[in-house]
């Protein structure tokens, strides 16, 4: 029996040997198939970069960044990057981690630094689309600046402009027009051909302070202008040989208007015991609504209102703003700020001189939220609301309210 045992005991320690180990399951690991160390010139630009997912699991591919002068998508097997124009004299350099399950891979970016004379970074990007008006090939025409234009469109005192005159072959009936994406080349001759921009519309110039002439006026030598999304980017060569880099951050919006704001950056208010008077002017047959004007002031603080309801004893309410795709709809809607012959229209924020606005501060509330309330005999104004310059204007104006019936004088 002793034998018996040992030869079954055995006879199981040979079958479990001759089973097979289970190998461990594959790691998930990423492998560029291009190269992974990417070049730009100053101006930016779009490049790509493959890969392959080895041993994948299922989990979805991801690309994470630390700076916000590119972008980083992916598209299919590529990693798609977009660097925007580097407006400094300095080179940079940055990395890009593209992630898929545990695995990970860095996706290298350097770009140059432009080398120039001036380098002017606009705070304003204005114009007009002039469509084909007076040319055949469809004519936009850019104005790039440090203060903005006058509401005429003219060059303001102390400002600083840079003016192209466009030529691309895209016509454009939205009714926000952008700057399409493209490089331009600067066009001597003026022939007006598509891809272009001409000699006789481009130009620099810096105005004196008092507003009377001009400081330094000069054309174009030679020149190109990259544009990609809310990124523009111009090498301008002038004739003694120097050289500027111009760039402007920032929605490329093309319009028959300019903008209006005298803000350069977003803006909050806290205004207390402000002088405030609500002009009703009754129900107003076109809109069907009751109309109302309100006016506060506090120092040189000034802000006025124009909005519909459907109350004729009371301003309060939440307001959004009126537009005219809203078919006519005026009920709690504020009008946006527009400029008038000698006055201010719809509703905006300003600064008084000697008790007169001369335009020193203005900003139009274009979009967003106005909520008037009124407690214990105060009423308060809250704003979130964005100008046409896109800054952010937050804040609340508070004191009390005098309520005048215009019919009734």
Not at 140 to 152: H, Q
Not at 164 to 182: A, K, S, W
Not at 348 to 354: F, I, K, P, V
Not at 361 to 379: D, H, N, Q, Y
């Amino acid at each position: 029996m002793k034998k018996l045992f040992i030869l079954f005991a055995f006879i199981a320690t040979l079958s479990v040997a001759c089973e097979e180990t289970p190998e461990p399951a594959a790691t998930p690991a990423i492998e560029f198939t291009s190269d992974s160390t990417l070049e730009f010139l100053a101006e930016g630009g779009t490049q790509e970069v493959s890969f392959r997912i080895e041993y994948g699991d299922g989990s979805i591919a991801a690309v994470r960044k630390s700076v916000d002068w590119l972008t980083a998508t992916i598209d299919g097997d590529k990693v798609v990057i977009t660097v925007s124009a580097n407006p400094t004299e300095k080179a940079r350099k940055t990395t890009v981690k593209l992630v898929y399950s545990n695995a990970s891979e860095l996706i290298t970016i350097s770009q140059e630094g432009a080398i120039c004379d001036v380098n002017f970074e606009a705070a304003r990007f204005e114009g007009i689309y002039l469509g084909t008006q007076e040319s055949d090939v469809p004519n936009y025409f850019v104005i790039l600046s440090d203060i903005g234009v006058a509401k005429d469109g003219s060059a303001k005192a102390s400002g600083t402009y840079y003016y192209f005159d466009f030529y691309i072959d895209q016509e454009c009936e939205d009714e926000v027009v952008v700057l399409p994406n493209g490089v331009y080349t600067f066009d001597q001759e003026d022939t007006f051909a598509a891809g272009t921009f001409s000699d006789a519309g481009s130009w620099f110039c810096k105005v004196k302070a008092d507003g009377s002439d001009y400081l330094k006026a000069a054309s174009y030598q030679s020149a190109t202008v990259t544009v990609t999304d809310d990124s523009f980017y111009a090498e301008i060569v002038f004739p003694d040989g120097a050289k500027h880099i111009v760039t402007y951050s920032g929605e490329l919006i093309v319009d028959v208007g300019y903008i209006n704001s005298t803000f350069f950056e977003d803006y909050t208010f806290d205004v207390k015991n402000a002088e405030i008077t609500a002009k009703y002017f009754g129900l107003n047959t076109e809109a069907g609504k009751h109309q109302w004007f309100i006016e506060a002031v506090k120092g040189s603080d000034y802000f006025c209102i124009e909005l519909f309801n459907n109350d004729a004893t009371t301003c309060c309410g939440l307001y959004a703003e009126y537009n005219p795709d809203y078919a006519g709809d005026y009920n709690d809607k504020f009008i946006p700020g527009m400029l008038g012959e000698n006055s201010l229209i719809g509703t905006w924020y300003a600064s008084l001189t000697n008790g007169v606005i001369k335009g020193e501060k203005l900003a139009p509330m274009m979009s967003g939220i106005l909520r008037i309330t009124e407690a214990e005999g105060v009423t308060t104004i809250e704003y979130n609301c964005v100008d046409d310059a896109g800054n952010e204007m937050v804040g609340t104006v508070a004191g009390e309210m005098t309520i005048m019936n215009v019919n009734e004088q």
